[in-house]
């Protein structure tokens, strides 16, 4: 079974201080590897894959990070995880995040977000107590915005691995749960009667 925090540990305990570089170079070895069809796993995938990357990279090359980047992912392929790529990034990201102090925080909005709530979220985020796994000290708070307008109106917060969900399409949701499962307080000659009002 594919554990991404010990796989992510492990490439950064690797790479040491390039593990920044190694991660870069990572995800641009699987967006490049997203464009070939078919699956890749196994050893024969990895062992031909290997050779296909060694030919195009200069062998000059001495870009710090690569050499682990490249390890990784045809460790992954043989052993068949290579869809757990983007998981194993995320994990990267996360534990770099946490080594360096950094915060992560997307807001997911329908509509464009003022600078100004930018602001003061980043200030209402330093100002919260920090628990569990977001208890390490935060030197930096990074806001992303992305637009999504399926989510109608209000807003979704990705603060770390917390998600703080008030957006319009979700409370809707909520209510239609509610009423799906409110009973019927009871019935009188075919009236349906509820918290004493009829129709």
């Given amino acids: ?6 796989w992510a ?12 570089a190694g991660l870069e170079a990572l995800k641009a070895l699987v967006s490049v590897l997203a464009q070939i069809p078919g699956a890749l796993r ?8 290997e050779g296909m990357i060694r030919k195009a990279i200069n062998p000059l090359s001495s870009e710090p990070g690569l050499e682990y980047a490249v390890r990784i992912l045809l460790l992954l392929v043989k052993k068949g995880y290579y869809i757990h790529a983007p998981a194993l990034i995320s994990a990267i990201e996360g534990l770099l995040d946490q080594q360096q102090g950094i915060l992560r925080v997307t807001v997911e909005s329908a509509f464009p977000v003022e600078g100004s709530f930018q602001n003061d979220l980043k200030a209402a985020v330093a100002g919260r107590p920090r628990t569990g796994a977001n208890k390490t000290a935060v030197k930096e708070i990074q806001v992303r915005v992305q637009l999504v307008p399926e989510l109608l109106g209000g807003y979704r917060l990705r603060i770390g691995s917390e ?4 957006s319009l399409r979700t409370q809707l949701q909520r209510l239609a749960r509610a009423l799906q499962v409110s009973p019927l307080v009871g019935t009188a000659g075919g009236t349906r009667v509820s918290g004493g009002f009829s129709w």
Avoid: Y
């Avoid at 079974?1 to 010990?6: A, L, P």
């Avoid at 540990?9 to 920044?20: L, N, R, Y």
């Avoid at 196994?42 to 894959?49: M, N, P, S, V, W």
């Fill in 1 to 6: 079974m594919f554990n991404g925090e010990r």
């Fill in 42 to 49: 196994g050893t024969a995938a990895a062992r031909e894959l």
């Fill in 163 to 166: 998600v703080v969900d008030v």
């Fill in 9 to 20: 540990a492990g490439f950064i305990g690797s790479c040491d201080v390039h593990a920044q």
